[in-house]
């Protein structure tokens, strides 16, 4: 029994994720508890970008893959998760 093959989209889209995550605590200095929502929102972005891209025309495409609508919107899905989280606070787990 086979596996069923990978799009190169989804590769492509977790890597271009995985490298604006990286970009992204680079920059700020800390990923803190967050940086796992801020990794599924670059990846599901990337992705989602892609297929964005894909229909409207990419200038910067490679191969198939249209890659600066995939950056953009895995920065997108980014700012998302920093807004939220920014606008959520800091829980207090005192108990008092």
Do not use: H, K
Request: with cysteine; net charge positive; aromatic share 8%.
């Amino acid at each position: 029994m086979s596996l069923p093959p990978i799009p190169p989209a989804a590769v492509l889209s977790a890597l271009l994720g995985v490298f604006c995550t990286a970009l992204y605590v680079a920059a700020r200095g800390t990923g803190q508890a967050r940086l796992s929502f801020v990794l599924l929102a670059a990846v599901l972005g990337a992705w989602a970008g892609q297929a964005i891209g894909s229909r409207l025309g990419d200038p910067l495409r490679i191969g198939d893959f249209a890659l600066l609508s995939a950056f953009g919107v895995a920065w997108l899905g980014i700012a998302v998760v920093a807004v939220a989280s920014t606008l959520g606070g800091e829980r207090d787990n005192r108990r008092g």
